[in-house]
T-cell receptor, first 107, second 115 residues
Framework: AQRVTQPEKLLSVFKGAPVELKCNYS??????LFWYVQYSRQRLQLLLR??SRESIKGFTADLNKGETSFHLKKPFAQEEDSAMYYCAPFNAGKSTFGDGTTLTVKP | KAGVTQTPRYLIKTRGQQVTLSCSPISGHRSVSWYQQTPGQGLQFLFEYFSETQRNKGNFPGRFSGRQFSNSRSEMNVSTLELGDSALYLC??????????????FGPGTRLTVT
């Protein structure tokens, strides 16, 4: 069965501190890995796509196929990063979402 | 370009009724996927349509159905509504070229409340 685990439901850091949001997945086949973000009162939007290897808003994610992990990192968190983050393997038109991590960045 | 739109944005229905939700994808996108979002179950995949054909389906009962029109617009129907169907229903569209999907773009969702 396909499963995505985001172990931290809530994560709180101070502004300027590093942040890491964990994602582990169990998936048959070769999915593409995405991170989505949902800011308050906004729609779900793409934050980062593994194959593009772009750094969006200072976030990066490393795919570790051996550990089947795709952790999201940012060296210096900003208050505007406060949001809900979802890890989602994608394959054949279907995204499988984790439960999400609510990140709060305190001033 | 215009984003994914969903109508209506809010809906209140009674148990036993049926409901139809609509999704207009981004122009040129032929893949439309539907998701249900609830506090207890999170975001769950319902089904995906491509060129008017259902290509992928999640683990939902047959009361949940959908269709896609030739202009790629999609509708989702839920019959015999139950209280547990109360949720935010999200639609996402994606382009598909040469066997490769592009990223999914999500709509704002339709908030369905079943009383």
């Amino acid at each position: 069965a396909q499963r995505v685990t985001q172990p931290e439901k809530l994560l709180s850091v101070f502004k300027g501190a590093p942040v890491e949001l964990k994602c582990n997945y169990s998936y048959s086949g070769s999915p593409e890995l995405f991170w989505y973000v949902q800011y308050s009162r906004q729609r779900l939007q793409l934050l980062l796509r593994h194959i593009s290897r772009e750094s969006i808003k200072g976030f990066t994610a490393d795919l570790n196929k051996g550990e089947t992990s795709f952790h999201l990192k940012k060296p210096f968190a900003q208050e505007e990063d406060s949001a809900m983050y979802y890890c989602a393997p994608f394959n054949a038109g279907k995204s499988t979402f984790g439960d999400g991590t609510t990140l709060t960045v305190k001033p | 370009k215009a984003g994914v739109t969903q109508t209506p944005r809010y809906l209140i229905k009674t148990r036993g009724q049926q409901v139809t939700l609509s999704c207009s994808p981004i122009s040129g996108h032929r893949s439309v996927s539907w998701y249900q979002q609830t506090p207890g179950q999170g975001l769950q995949f319902l089904f995906e349509y491509f060129s008017e054909t259902q290509r992928n389906k999640g683990n939902f009962p047959g009361r949940f159905s959908g269709r896609q029109f030739s202009n790629s617009r999609s509708e989702m129907n839920v019959s015999t509504l139950e209280l547990g169907d109360s949720a935010l229903y999200l639609c996402a569209s994606s382009s598909w070229t040469g066997g490769i999907y592009d990223e999914q773009y999500f709509g704002p969702g339709t908030r369905l409340t079943v009383t």
